[in-house]
């Protein structure tokens, strides 16, 4: 059994929501994780969606705090986004509290890349803050890469998100895998050669993806390409292509050389791990749990738990 | 009435097939197009399907020829790929014969590019030859490029199609439209701006897809990009980016500032032509029927049809 929770954390994306039952000192007592993301839950559905999700919990009476697309115009209510560069205390003065329950929501973040296009996140914000803890590095330029369905880049320096750019790798992937001429001749397969020549062959032409694509298929077509390797193919192309475009927007950051924190799903994390030294540049692997960490810092600075508390 | 026709001439693709019966001297008497394409036709299926194609039309008894995906392994008989360069002899002197009909299929071509990838076309091999005059520019190097779900740039030199590249363009236009989350915002419309914007921010990026692609939601979720010019913007983004890659390309063939020579679907080729300008590319649309005619010009190599017609 464990004690009162000071405060119930919930991760609450697109596909599915995750709440953290945590203690006085920020740890995680009791998680939960369901298919109840935000595509699923109807229109005014989202009460019970919560209640749904907590059940069988602790079931204490603790102030709630979510990030992600919940926060979103398909979500529960918007929580507008808050202009780049941001820090804890900028989001954390920008919650949107949902009327009649104890929960409020972290708002989104939206910068401009240098040709003028807006670039967004939601919920990549809180688990960039879990994972760099407050005041360490606070003097030197830190990148965070979140791989998954849409990558995210980000700078942090003196513990503001200073910007960050997305890349569809991960959803590039899902539809040409399952729905383009790319994926007919492919089968199940783990392939880490395949991979490589993937990423080396986006770096070596700099990423012209829509040309360098057909080549996962005219290797097949050759016999050059076994049909379990086609997968990793092509997903080494996609990251490779990934790796070169946000090695340039390093650059034009000035934040090329800065080691490179990985944060989410562990698989998907060595994976990129292995593309990042590929490429050339060092990356480290984060601990999990970075969405927690990252709302119990944000409800710290919200005073939605005691800011004195360790 | 027509007369008895020298060729039955036939363009059979993935999705379709057309039949064009041609005259003594090549011009075309009478054509038909079928939802016959290769993908449709079930195995064994084949010699059914022509009868259907051919079904209502002059019906005698001329030679025949066929060029596309019917000659590729999910095809009616494998017409093995002929190395680049070649021109209308060596692919001419390599048709595959289907036993037991009056049918010949011409081969397929492939290169390398220069990392060492394959590349192959089927279909488009005839149609460069039937868009470009035997004898014309003989001393000039032509670029012809065929827009579509896999797009190609052809190098032809010295009557010989030297080098080719595939971009995915098309096919990740409809993959994209309707698998992704781009696809989601956008309703139909036809926005030449929106268009021409897309083109130019591929062209300014240098085609960092993967990123750019992303802001075809951005600019939407922010009201930049109304609902209906979304397609249209990814439709240019993509375009750019075949013609920020291809540029490079070209330039790599030695083949940057010929003239670039379309064929294949006039609305396609228009836009095509659009954004060939925007990339500061001289282009011009060629006139149809280039399969039927490339397929006259191969009989006539053959010796399928008397050679010494006009």
């Not at 990985?262 to 990129?272: A, K, M, Q, T």
């Amino acid at each position: 059994m464990v004690g009162a929770s000071a405060l119930i954390a919930i991760d609450w994306g697109t596909s599915r929501a995750r709440a953290y039952w945590l203690d006085a000192h920020g740890q995680v007592q009791h998680e939960k994780s369901a298919p109840l993301g935000v595509l699923s839950v109807p229109p005014g559905g989202f009460a019970a969606a919560l209640a749904e999700l907590l059940a069988g919990g602790p079931g204490d009476r603790a102030p709630m705090l979510a990030c992600g697309m919940v926060g979103s115009r398909q979500g529960w209510i918007e929580a507008p986004y808050r202009e780049c560069p941001a820090d804890a205390d900028a989001i954390a003065s920008a919650l949107s509290p949902v009327p009649g329950t104890r929960l409020a929501i972290v708002p989104g973040l939206i910068c401009r890349d240098s040709d003028g296009a807006p670039d967004v996140m939601r919920g990549e914000e809180t688990q960039v803050l879990g994972a760099l803890e407050a005041g360490a590095h606070a003097a030197t330029a830190r990148v965070v890469v979140l791989p998954g369905t849409h990558s995210k880049w980000t700078v942090v320096r003196e513990e503001r998100i200073e910007t960050f750019a997305t890349f569809l790798t991960g959803e590039m992937y899902a539809v040409l895998r399952e729905h383009s001429i790319l994926g007919r001749l492919a089968s199940a397969g783990d392939d880490p050669v395949a991979l490589e020549a993937g990423v080396r062959r986006s770096l070596a032409t700099n990423a012209e993806l829509s040309h360098d694509l057909f080549s996962a298929r005219t290797f097949a077509l050759t016999g050059e390409l076994a049909p379990g390797a086609v997968g990793d193919y092509l997903s080494g192309l996609l990251l490779g292509a990934e790796l070169a475009a946000g090695r340039r927007w390093l650059h034009r950051q000035r934040a090329l050389g800065e080691s490179v924190l990985l944060i989410g799903d562990p698989e998907l994390c060595e994976r990129y791990r292995r593309g990042f030294a590929i490429a050339g540049l060092e990356a480290t692997v984060g601990s999990p749990h970075a969405a927690a960490r990252g709302l119990w810092r944000l409800a710290r600075c919200a005073r939605i738990v005691d800011p004195v508390l360790p």
